[in-house]
T-cell receptor, first 115, second 115 residues
């Protein structure tokens, strides 16, 4: 079974600064998909960014980018030019390319952007 | 375009009562997933359904919990004889097909409180 670990329960960053959230995972599969979801106080889950394991190029979405290190099984999220609206819980998630279609989530990192 | 709808948003039950949680997927989506989020934790997969079929229920407790996704109408997660430990946020997600790369769109969740 896959596991996803987020070792930083809480982080804070000053507005306009850059912050990196860590995520490691464990799997025996060679191909899979990784995601970062954001859960603001409204509790709505919002997809931030996704990465396919067979793609070496790191995914980027505007101010959000990932550092995907397949050998190290690491998938960190970098948020540049942090904004107050980025304050939320961030979850890293894994999805198998096999028959299992569910997402396996980490325990989350609460990010607070300070004015 | 309406996203995933869940109702009720908040549900209070006394121990021993039944809880029924409803999920209407994005229009045209035929795949539904249920996740449970306990306080201070990440989301945990419960069950994956297609229209009229349960595909994977490996994350759902064997007793008291059941799920369905009928040909017509919303998906229902049913919890019989609720206990305090069932208090959690229950999220539904939908996707258009079973493709591994298909994004799962999440609903706003139902927060169940068992008194």
């Amino acid at each position: 079974a896959q596991t996803v670990t987020q070792s930083q329960p809480e982080m804070s960053v000053q507005e306009a600064e850059t912050v990196t959230l860590s995520c490691t995972y464990d799997t025996s599969e060679s191909n899979y998909y990784l995601f970062w979801y954001k859960q603001p106080p409204s509790r709505q889950m919002i997809l931030v960014i996704r990465q396919e394991a067979y793609k070496q190029q790191n995914a980027t979405e505007n101010r959000f980018s990932v550092n995907f290190q397949k050998a190290a099984k690491s998938f960190s999220l970098k948020i540049s030019d942090s904004q107050l609206g980025d304050t939320a819980m961030y979850f890293c998630a894994f999805k198998s390319s096999g028959s299992a279609r569910q997402l396996t989530f980490g325990s989350g990192t609460q990010l607070t952007v300070l004015p | 375009n309406a996203g995933v709808m869940q109702n009720p948003r908040h549900l209070v039950r006394r121990r021993g009562q039944e809880a029924r949680l409803r999920c209407s997927p994005v229009k045209g989506h035929s795949h539904v997933y249920w996740y449970r989020q306990l306080p201070e934790e990440g989301l945990k997969f419960m069950v994956y359904l297609q229209k009229e079929n349960i595909i994977d229920e490996s994350g759902m407790p064997k007793e008291r919990f059941s799920a369905e996704f009928p040909k017509e109408g919303p998906s229902i997660l049913r919890i019989q004889q609720v206990v305090r430990g069932d208090s959690a946020a229950y999220f539904c997600a939908s996707s258009p097909s079973s493709g591994v790369y298909n994004e799962q769109f999440f609903g706003p969740g139902t927060r169940l409180t068992v008194l």
